[in-house]
Structures are given as structure tokens and as C-alpha cells.
């Protein structure tokens, strides 16, 4: 097993995203988790889970998180501080590390 840190770095800008950039930008919290290639946290034209419409939606982190502790193919899970002003560069960094391992090689 290995322990990464996350850090995200924003590059969301009016500048590069100049069509129904909102006036207050900002990011919620994060949720990472590691897994294997059995665990799909959202798919292209299908609908998402709970979890991931309401982080969406209301930035609420609590449901995704209860789907990720059920899932087997889910080893490990971290919060990530959320960016209030998403001004270019604005960096966000995981709590603590995300414990990946062989059969949990994938991050979402």
C-alpha cells in the first residue's frame, strides 16, 4: 500500500470558460476515493448516484460518502478542502493521503 496527497489546482476562469462563467465561483468540498476497475463513480449519459447528485448540486459530501464505504471494489476515501474563490491557481489539498495498493490502482 501507498499513501498519495491530492492536491487540485483550479484553472477555471472567465477568461477560459468566458460563456455562463457564474459571478460567485467556487468549489465545494472534494471527495477522492481509490478503487479498482469494478467501481465507476459516474458514467457519460447515465444517471448519477445520489451521492454524486447531491455533491452536484449542494455540495454535500455525506451521501457519496456512505455509497463509497459500502462498495468492496472502494479501498480508501479522503476530503479535500474546497476552493471559495476559484481564481486561477487556486490550489485545494486532500486532508490526510489516499491509500492506493495494487488492486485499488484507479482514483475518482
Same mark, same amino acid.
Given at each position: 500500500?501507498?499513501?498519495?496527497?491530492? !492536491?487540485?489546482?483550479?484553472?477555471? $476562469?472567465? !477568461?477560459?470558460? &468566458?460563456?455562463?462563467? &457564474?459571478? +460567485?465561483? %467556487? =468549489? #465545494? /468540498?472534494?471527495?477522492?476515493?481509490? %478503487?479498482?476497475?469494478?467501481?465507476?463513480? =459516474?458514467?457519460?449519459?447515465?444517471? !448519477? #448516484?445520489?451521492?454524486?447528485?447531491?455533491?452536484? /448540486?449542494?455540495?454535500?459530501?455525506? *451521501?457519496?460518502?456512505? /455509497?463509497?464505504?459500502?462498495?468492496? #471494489?472502494?479501498? +480508501?476515501?479522503?476530503?479535500?478542502?474546497?476552493?471559495? *474563490?476559484?481564481? *486561477?491557481?487556486? $490550489?485545494?489539498? #486532500?486532508?490526510? +493521503?489516499?491509500?492506493? +495498493? $495494487? *488492486?485499488? &490502482?484507479?482514483?475518482?
Amino acid at each position: 500500500k501507498v499513501g498519495y496527497s491530492i !492536491a487540485f489546482t483550479n484553472q477555471w $476562469t472567465s !477568461a477560459n470558460h &468566458p460563456f455562463s462563467y &457564474p459571478t +460567485d465561483a %467556487h =468549489w #465545494s /468540498e472534494f471527495v477522492y476515493a481509490s %478503487h479498482s476497475s469494478a467501481y465507476v463513480m =459516474w458514467r457519460d449519459q447515465a444517471r !448519477a #448516484s445520489r451521492g454524486v447528485e447531491l455533491i452536484a /448540486e449542494t455540495g454535500a459530501l455525506g *451521501d457519496l460518502q456512505s /455509497e463509497l464505504a459500502t462498495e468492496d #471494489s472502494v479501498l +480508501d476515501q479522503v476530503e479535500a478542502f474546497g476552493i471559495e *474563490d476559484a481564481f *486561477d491557481g487556486a $490550489t485545494s489539498f #486532500s486532508k490526510r +493521503d489516499l491509500c492506493v +495498493d $495494487t *488492486d485499488h &490502482p484507479l482514483v475518482s
